[in-house]
């Protein structure tokens, strides 16, 4: 087999292990702590479709929604009746229709029906391929996966003039995502893990069975992550924030709807504080990850990113 390029392997191993895992004792993500967020994704949802002057034919969408935990928390939010989802593993599209059974299914953005959209993903963006380039005193060089190992080819590629042994990560998946949902004047919520400005370094990792493993020893068998480049996406579409996730989540009201499911559930209340901690705690998931809203140039400041 000739050099396979890092981003190619990368989106194969992950089409594999999607299609095989229904993750959850792998990695546990936001929706999965707290049904609070996916209600506060729901009210944020319905206050953006008032925004747009409540139109009837709008159509919710979930990009990668994984075991459909979020969509179904957001829908008791918002009740909305065009739901769609953008996942490409059967197993786990399986795994959404027993949560949202109305749901449309697509492999990909541009089978969405015309029309207005309000689309969220949450740990979608990061598993999207990145291309990834090595600074060497030749120059770029690019990273390509032979017999388990990396390989480095020249590159012909655009990149900052970074000190030697430097490496660069290029989401061009994500990118133009977001380009496509820009060009129909969708709105778009991503949350991920990812710096609040472009920067060198490698962030790509590999979680398999709950721990980490090299990226490159067990394709399909360990999910493929890398850190979302949010400052690159705003330098390529219009988009409000980024902002960090507990500013976020506090904005739109974590810690009321906490406080009320505490009170009317009092056996529950120590687990909803735990999970107010693990998502808004600086050290757990508060800052590291980010939330960009990708919108129309004309959109006042979202809820959130005021
Ligand atoms: N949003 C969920 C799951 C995150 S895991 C949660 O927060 O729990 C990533 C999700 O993106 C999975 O559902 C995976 O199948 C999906 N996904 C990954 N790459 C994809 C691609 N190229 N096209 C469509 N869906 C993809």
Redesign the pocket.
Known sequence: MPPERFDHFM?RA??TY?AQHI?GQDFT????ISQVFGELLGCWAKVVWQMLGAPADVIFA??????G??MADALRAWATPNVHF????PK?RAEQAKRVPHAAWH??LSSIPAGPLILI????LD??PVRQFVRRASGWVERYVENGAYVEIPADYQLPDDPLGSVREVNE?AISFCRELSARDGIGLFIDYGPAESAAGESVQAIRNGIYADPLSYPGEA?ITAHVDFARIKRTVHAQGPVKQNQFLSALGLYQRSDFLAQKHPEKALDLRLSVQRLTAPEAMGSLFKVLAVCPDHMPPLPGFA
């Open positions: 989106a992950n089409a999607y993750f993500t936001a929706p999965e979930e990009a990668g929604p994984g075991r935990v979020l953008i996942e490409a593993s786990l492999a990909s993903g949450n740990e979608f598993a999207l998946a999910d």
